[in-house]
Antibody, heavy 122, light 106 residues
Framework: EVQLLESGGGLVQPGGSLRLSCAAS????????MTWVRQAPGKGLEWVSG????????FYADSVKGRFTISRDNSKNTLFLQINSLRAEDTAEYYC???????????????WGQGILVTVSS | DIQMTQSPSTLSASVGDRVTMTCRAS??????LAWYQQKPGKAPQLLIY???NLQSGVPSRFSGSGSGTEFTLTISSLQPDDSAAYYC????????FGQGTKVEIK
């Protein structure tokens, strides 16, 4: 059974940093691209960042480029999101999700974690 | 960047009704289009991928159609369990979600 479990969220002051983790199980982690999606309270879904399975190539939404860093440790089946210079507008539920791939094509998200809340407030 | 626009924002219908919602892309996404369902307090779940392919375990009352820039998600006979937000997503160029359609049961 595929499982994705996020951790590392919490209350952070503006300007602070946070590292989110997503522990994966039930599939060959290195074979899949992984992504982060966030959802501000009462709002819609926003794709934030993605990383390919074996090459480790990374992608970012313009809204977070330069402040967010995605990475992965395939030996530990874990995905990370380093978030720096946090702003109030980064307050959201953060989900990790697995992307289906065909060769170099990045496809839909077939499995999601339960989400982790990040709150940016003084 | 490819923008996705969903309509309506909210939809209210009765149990048994046929329900349709629309998703439009700012440029062609070919058939690289998925739909997700999200219930309050829960993670999104994949319903349909590549426009019309039903994810395993999804009831057959859900169906998708369209191509290029205009897509629809149809629920053939609305059930109480279908009360949720529905999001379209393009994956022709990275990923973009629409703003969602909330389905309410009258």
């Amino acid at each position: 059974e595929v499982q994705l479990l996020e951790s590392g969220g919490g209350l952070v002051q503006p300007g602070g940093s946070l590292r989110l983790s997503c522990a994966a199980s039930g599939f060959t982690f290195s074979n899949y691209a992984m992504t982060w999606v966030r959802q501000a309270p009462g709002k819609g879904l926003e794709w934030v960042s993605g990383i390919r399975g074996s090459s480790g190539s990374t992608f970012y939404a313009d809204s977070v480029k330069g402040r967010f860093t995605i990475s992965r440790d395939n030996s530990k089946n874990t995905l990370f999101l380093q978030i720096n210079s946090l702003r109030a507008e980064d307050t959201a539920e953060y989900y990790c999700a697995r992307s289906q791939t065909i060769g170099e094509l990045l496809l839909h998200f077939d499995y999601w974690g339960q989400g982790i809340l990040v709150t940016v407030s003084s | 960047d490819i923008q996705m626009t969903q309509s309506p924002s909210t939809l209210s219908a009765s149990v048994g009704d046929r329900v349709t919602m629309t998703c439009r892309a700012s440029q062609s996404v070919s058939n690289w289009l998925a739909w997700y369902q999200q219930k309050p307090g829960k993670a999104p779940q994949l319903l349909i991928y590549k426009v019309s392919n039903l994810q395993s375990g999804v009831p057959s009352r859900f169906s998708g159609s369209g191509s290029g820039t205009e897509f629809t998600l149809t629920i053939s006979s609305l059930q109480p369990d279908d009360s949720a937000a529905y999001y379209c997503q393009q994956y022709k160029s990275y990923w973009t979600f629409g703003q969602g359609t909330k389905v309410e049961i009258k």
